[in-house]
């Protein structure tokens, strides 16, 4: 989407949405500077326009940090501020913090645990066991056996049983999030979700929350509803810093620099859920 603003009383633009970031962090512009796109009635100003609501907000946060790191080190005045160098000696730009901070990937491995978690316990609790092949069976003749198992009865209702532990998660991941702020896989990669103002949020945002990824963020766990969430989700978050839900209830999720001890982590969280699922079926 593209962007045209009123600076100086001339109509500029087109411009991107994180030229607009730019922008308002520079202060060429305010949150009060009138902006048009197409499709829209008539020119708002910028922090009346839902598509730039995020940026607002995110240099807002900026702007705040800033002022705070600044007044820290104005109390010590041996430790003087210096720019990042290009080569060559120019001053480089550095990217905001809100961009280099969303660690799309990480949020997605925190997600796919917390699924694998879910899986692991049904697969413990239902009466179930993986199709072996045998020792003188051929691949067709094995694929044809997995098609009548897949088409059991046996198998519908286990299907039935992960559909309703995968909506029974949503709810007991909202609880986690009221009162922890975060969930497992969250946890082992140092995510956690906060309101704007830093505090965890209520029953009622983190249930929202939770709900709204299920239907948009995930797809209910269905391909292709699935794929389809997870790629717009990660454009709409490498574009504005915020995936659409934590925007609309007013949410932000940190993610720290995964350090090498906390990937060992991970990496052993992973391989144990491997692990206990191999046991169900060896």
């Known amino acids: 989407m593209e962007f045209y603003l009123s600076i100086d009383g001339d109509k500029k633009g087109p411009f991107t949405l994180l030229k607009v970031g730019s922008l308002l962090e520079d202060a060429t512009v305010t949150p009060d500077t009138l ?21 607002v907000e995110a240099v807002k946060r900026e702007k705040e940090v800033a002022e705070a790191a600044e007044a820290d080190a104005n ?78 009865e046996e198998a519908m209702a286990i299907a039935s049983t992960i559909v309703r532990a995968f909506v029974g998660w949503h709810f007991l991941e909202a609880a986690m999030l009221y009162l922890w702020g975060t969930t497992p896989g969250k946890a ?23 709900l709204y990824v299920y239907l948009m963020g995930v797809g209910f766990y269905l391909f292709p509803f699935m794929l389809i969430g997870l790629t717009f989700s990660f454009f709409r978050l490498m574009a504005t810093g915020q995936c659409l839900w934590d925007q609309h209830l007013k949410l932000e999720s940190s993610a720290e620099r995964l350090s090498p001890v906390r990937i060992v982590l991970v990496i052993f969280a992973f391989f144990a859920l491997v692990m206990l699922q191999s046991l169900k079926f060896s």
Not at 48 to 55: F, K, T
Not at 188 to 210: F, M, N, Q
Request: glycine content about 6%.
């Open 75 to 152: 109390e010590i005045p041996d430790l003087p501020k210096q720019p990042t160098l290009a080569p060559g000696g120019q001053t480089q730009a550095v990217a905001p913090s809100f961009i280099r901070q969303v660690r799309p990937f990480t949020r997605f491995w925190a997600r796919m645990f917390d699924c694998m978690l879910v899986m692991t316990l049904v697969y413990f609790f239902v009466d179930t066991s993986f199709l072996m092949p045998r020792g003188d069976e051929s691949m067709a003749d094995w694929l044809v056996r997995y098609q009548e198992q897949i088409a059991s």
């Open 35 to 55: 902006a048009w796109h197409k499709g829209q009635e008539g020119w708002l100003p910028i922090r009346e326009v839902p598509a730039l609501e995020s940026m």
């Open 188 to 210: 082992i990669l140092g995510i956690r979700v906060r309101t704007l103002e830093g505090e965890r949020p209520s029953p009622l945002r983190a249930l929202g929350r939770s």
